[in-house]
């Protein structure tokens, strides 16, 4: 069966046909300045973690990673791209800022992870995992984007993200995981709630294996979003387009 992600799952449950435009066609998605200058900020991130030695990256050299890593994708001409590095830049030395107080390594970043759901092989890679001071583990996503930075704990108990994430490290580890957070590296704050109960994950497994059955039925329609009209609309019904016929697969 093929493997699914949770973007994958998040792709298909806002648009099907979306989904089978980005992950079937291999058809590329638009990229936003926004998401650019997060990736660079989750590699910038990667690399100040994973510099050996006992003590913390100098700054200057976290931000000379930063510099050599930003993507520029999506940005519409020199003052944009020179904005968003300078942002960048500051959200960085909050960061290495607090991370430098009591530095310690995370037990790791950006690991990967496959896990058996009733059958579905889902993928995903962790941003971060801490260990808590009882010995558990401590799954973090960092989030980049202004439209997160109201998240609450009611938003973190309800994500489905870090709950796959949390069946995907438990998997890997075979140690307990006892908490979800997200990272807000844009205001320097961890949001963290307790890890699902059984009976959520339960459920989270449940929608997992429905997304997995409705893609293996070929049901990929086009389904209105707020993403309406994406950058695939004039290959969409609902625009007036045709869909392509499905890439052989093999
Ligand atoms: S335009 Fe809307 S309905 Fe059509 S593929 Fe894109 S997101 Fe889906």
């Known amino acids: 069966m093929r493997p699914l992600s949770y973007s994958q799952i998040r792709s ?6 979306r989904y089978r435009f980005v992950y079937l066609h291999r058809m590329p998605e638009r990229q936003t300045p926004e998401s650019s200058l997060g990736r660079s900020l989750h590699k910038a ?17 976290l931000l000379q990673e930063f510099e050599g890593n930003f993507e520029t994708d999506g940005f519409d001409g020199p003052q944009a791209l020179r904005a968003a590095r300078t942002e960048g830049r ?3 030395e909050r960061f290495w800022n607090h991370e430098t107080q009591n530095f310690r390594r995370p037990v790791a970043v950006e690991r990967r992870f496959r896990v058996d759901v009733g059958g579905v092989p889902v ?6 995992i801490d260990r808590l001071p009882d010995g558990s583990l401590e799954v973090v996503d960092y989030k980049t984007g202004v439209r997160q930075s109201g998240t609450t704990e009611d938003d973190v108990a309800d994500n489905l993200q870090l709950a796959i994430y949390q069946l995907g490290v ?8 006892s908490r ?3 990272h807000l590296l844009r205001d320097d704050r961890r949001v963290s709630v307790p890890a699902r109960d059984a009976a959520v994950l339960d459920a989270v497994r449940e929608t997992i294996r429905e997304v997995a059955r409705r893609i293996g039925e070929g049901e990929l329609d086009p389904t209105e979003s707020p993403l309406c009209p994406c950058e695939f609309s004039t290959s969409c019904p609902l625009f007036g387009g045709t869909v392509p016929p499905l890439p052989d697969q093999g």
């Open 12 to 17: 298909f449950r806002t648009c099907p046909l």
């Open 170 to 177: 438990a998997g890997a580890y075979r140690e307990p995981v």
């Open 45 to 61: 991130v990667e690399i100040f973690f994973r510099a050996g030695g006992a003590r913390p990256m100098p700054l200057p050299i």
């Open 123 to 128: 993928n995903g890679v962790v941003d971060r």
């Open 180 to 182: 979800l957070s997200i």
């Open 90 to 92: 500051a959200i960085l």
